[in-house]
């Protein structure tokens, strides 16, 4: 048996709540690989729309497990907020939803500094969520952090104010006013909280678990473009994004990894800043804005709007190995008279394929134009059923990425989905 992954082929936000809780009938185990509190993945059914930040998507579904593996960084006071709001009780809860002793913790102090070095950047902010997500990952590569197994050792306390004190003194150099206090208190309940779940070293768990035969899906937060390595650096996230994340982020070793599905939005959306040669800035991206709500699930900040953007998203296919596309949002170009797909960039005159390393360069993105449709789709549920000249549309990009799309998703309920 193998592990699926899903995961994101832009700048996140594409749909991976929705589509994980869809899939979710076809697997026994959910389990989210990196990233943290900045990922919203919304999903909606019986018409309420739920937002999880650090809970797989799995976990509407009473009968299947869910994991938190070690590379995602979980910030005790979230999980508490996330974990009261579900409904069940946390008896219920905590026998199915296993957390791994080595995901690290965000630490309040994780959390202002991350303020504090946005501040200092000016013009070059990245326009972070602020959930503390790049001072944890900084401090676990710096082999400084603590982790979700720590919180059972007795000595727990002496160990976060060591933390806490060698944060303080960096903060100390900066001109940041904060309520650290505010912060512990909700921290602390978590930590309290977090001891009522099974922690554990859970590539264990999900290795037996896989060679008992049971399906597992990876669920990745954020978007190919925001990885580490090969997002828009620095205006990236602070985790391992990619398909080889869910590896190191689950104790998978790449033999076991099965289909790779590769989500994407019928356009493009990025929240925070960074390059997105696509973007529109005039009344065809603040159409998209309001058709689709393209605001933030974490953070309610506005997205940034703009076409398909074909170099990037055969980047992402390339660098993940995606076997599979799931195209989302699709009923959210309904209306447009044309719609546009940026096949190539033009850079100082010069039309390529490629995304250049510097984030500085004026990229023309160079575009298809294809007709539009105007039918409403959403209470479409087979794939003739669709429009031609969205099919059209379809069938443009499978024959661009060379890949089947295998999935629509034609509105935000679990419902609005065409399996092809
Ligand atoms: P995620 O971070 O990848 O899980 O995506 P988000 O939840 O942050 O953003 C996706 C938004 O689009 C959410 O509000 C979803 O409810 C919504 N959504 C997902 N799929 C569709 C779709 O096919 N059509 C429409 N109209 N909305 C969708
Ligand atoms: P999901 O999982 C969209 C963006 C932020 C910022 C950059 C760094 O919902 O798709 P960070 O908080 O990690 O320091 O922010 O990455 N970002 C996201 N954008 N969806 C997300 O997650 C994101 N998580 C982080 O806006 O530009
Ligand atoms: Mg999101």
Redesign the pocket.
């Known amino acids: 048996m193998k592990i699926d992954i899903l995961l994101?082929l832009q700048?996140?936000?594409?749909g991976?709540?929705k589509v994980v809780d869809a899939l979710c009938p076809a697997y026994d185990v959910v389990a989210r690989f990196q990233?943290?509190p900045?990922?919203?993945?919304s999903l909606e059914f019986n018409n309420v729309k739920h937002v999880l930040?650090l809970i797989p998507s799995g976990i509407f579904h009473p009968e299947k497990l869910n994991i938190i593996g070690n590379g995602v960084v979980l910030d005790p006071a979230v999980f508490k907020c996330e974990i009261e709001n579900l409904g069940p009780t946390v008896e219920e809860l905590a026998g199915r939803l296993i957390l791994s002793a080595k995901a690290h913790l965000i630490l309040p102090t994780h959390r202002i500094l991350?303020a504090a070095y946005?501040n200092h950047k000016g013009n070059l902010r990245?326009?972070?969520?602020?959930?503390g997500?790049?001072p944890a990952y900084t401090d676990k590569a710096g082999r400084n952090g603590l982790r979700i197994g720590d919180i059972l050792n007795p000595d727990f306390m002496k160990l976060y104010e060591e933390h806490r004190s060698a944060h303080l003194m960096i903060l100390s150099n900066y001109n940041l006013a904060y309520d650290l206090k505010e912060y512990e208190k909700g921290w602390f309940e978590g930590i309290e909280l977090l001891k009522k779940f099974r922690i554990e070293n859970t590539e264990y768990l999900l290795n037996n678990l896989l060679s008992q035969g049971k399906k597992i899906l990876a669920e990745?937060?954020?978007?190919t473009m925001?990885d580490l390595d090969f997002g828009s650096y620095p205006?990236?996230?602070?985790?391992s994004t990619i398909s080889s994340g869910a590896c190191t982020g689950l104790g998978i070793s790449p033999g076991k990894i099965g289909e790779v599905f590769g989500i994407f939005k019928a356009y493009c959306?990025?929240?925070?800043?960074?390059p997105f040669p696509t973007e529109l800035k005039e009344e065809t991206g603040e159409l998209l804005r309001k058709k689709g709500s393209e605001f933030?699930?974490?953070?309610g900040?506005p997205?940034r709007c703009g076409w398909l953007d074909l170099p990037a998203l055969r980047y992402a296919i390339m660098i993940n190995g995606v076997t599979k596309l799931f195209m989302m949002k699709s009923d959210i170009l309904s209306g447009f008279k044309t719609v546009r797909v940026c096949t190539s960039y033009k850079v100082a005159g010069k039309t390529q394929a490629e995304i250049p390393f510097d984030n500085n360069v004026d990229i023309e993105p160079v575009y298809a134009e294809l007709d539009g449709w105007s039918e409403d789709i959403t209470g479409i549920r087979q794939y003739p059923d669709l429009p031609l000249n969205l099919r059209k549309y379809i069938g443009f990009i499978e024959d661009q990425t060379g890949l089947p799309i295998t999935i629509v998703s034609v509105g935000p309920d679990r419902n609005a989905t065409i399996f092809r």
């Open positions: 994101g700048w996140g936000d594409e991976k709540g990233g943290g900045n990922a919203g993945h930040h991350d946005e990245i326009g972070s969520t602020l959930k997500i790049g990745g937060a954020q978007g925001l205006f990236v996230t602070s985790s959306t990025r929240v925070g800043s960074g933030g699930a974490t953070t900040r997205r």
